[in-house]
T-cell receptor, first 116, second 114 residues
Framework: SQTIHQWPATLVQPVGSPLSLECTVE??????LYWYRQAAGRGLQLLFY??????ISSEVPQNLSASRPQDRQFILSSKKLLLSDSGFYLC???????????????FGQGTRLTVV | KQEVTQIPAALSVPEGENLVLNCSFT??????LQWFRQDPGKGLTSLLL?????REQTSGRLNASLDKSSGRSTLYIAASQPGDSATYLC?????????????FGKGTMLLVSP
């Protein structure tokens, strides 16, 4: 069965420090991978999605970047964190049927990031 | 651009009641509609997925319906229990800049009291 791992669960970082959040998927190949951020009262915001190794698309301009060095690994990074980067970050994966239609999406347990 | 709205934002019911959560979306060109549950501080757990060609899906006490033409989906929970207390999110899957992505509503926070 497919599983998704996301770590760390919580993180407290000072302003200006770097960030690296990692997400890995098991039990599937060539998944679509997603990074979402959830802020209180604002719902889930799509940050990045990837349809393959090295293929990253960004939804919104921001202080963050993403990389997909391996098929089932998705990394969210920042060189210098801002206070506004605080939030709950969620990684997700979905399979594909046909060229564009995604199957059921599954989420990791999330990382609570607090920038101080 | 797809927009998803969930009503009500919060709901409090006594145990045993049947309840309906509503989800509406502006662009009917969706691939599927997915309902999730989120417990405080946790990730999202998938509950039901309805393909665009389907009208409803059922899992245990949960039943989700989809009316693509009117841009609506409902999640029906039968005989609610305190363990059902959580935030429920719906997400519409569709094309965005050439790729398939999920657009979420802000959720309905459900509290079922014993």
């Amino acid at each position: 069965s497919q599983t998704i791992h996301q770590w760390p669960a919580t993180l407290v970082q000072p302003v200006g420090s770097p960030l690296s959040l990692e997400c890995t998927v098991e039990g599937t190949s060539n998944p679509n991978l997603y990074w979402y951020r959830q802020a209180a009262g604002r719902g889930l915001q799509l940050l990045f999605y990837s349809v393959g190794i090295g293929q990253i698309s960004s939804e919104v301009p921001q202080n963050l970047s993403a990389s997909r060095p391996q098929d089932r690994q998705f990394i969210l990074s920042s060189k210098k964190l801002l206070l506004s980067d605080s939030g709950f970050y969620l990684c997700a994966w979905a399979g594909m049927t046909g060229k564009h239609r995604n199957t059921e999406a599954f989420f990791g347990q999330g990382t609570r990031l607090t920038v101080v | 651009k797809q927009e998803v709205t969930q009503i009500p934002a919060a709901l409090s019911v006594p145990e045993g009641e049947n309840l309906v959560l509503n989800c509406s979306f502006t662009d009917s060109a969706i691939y599927n509609l997915q309902w999730f549950r989120q417990d405080p501080g946790k990730g999202l757990t998938s509950l039901l997925l309805i393909q665009s060609s389907q009208r409803e899906q059922t899992s245990g006490r949960l039943n989700a319906s989809l009316d693509k033409s009117s841009g609506r989906s409902t999640l029906y929970i039968a005989a609610s229990q305190p363990g059902d207390s959580a935030t429920y999110l719906c997400a519409a899957s569709g094309m965005n800049s050439g790729y398939s992505t999920l657009t979420f509503g802000k959720g309905t926070m459900l509290l079922v009291s014993p």
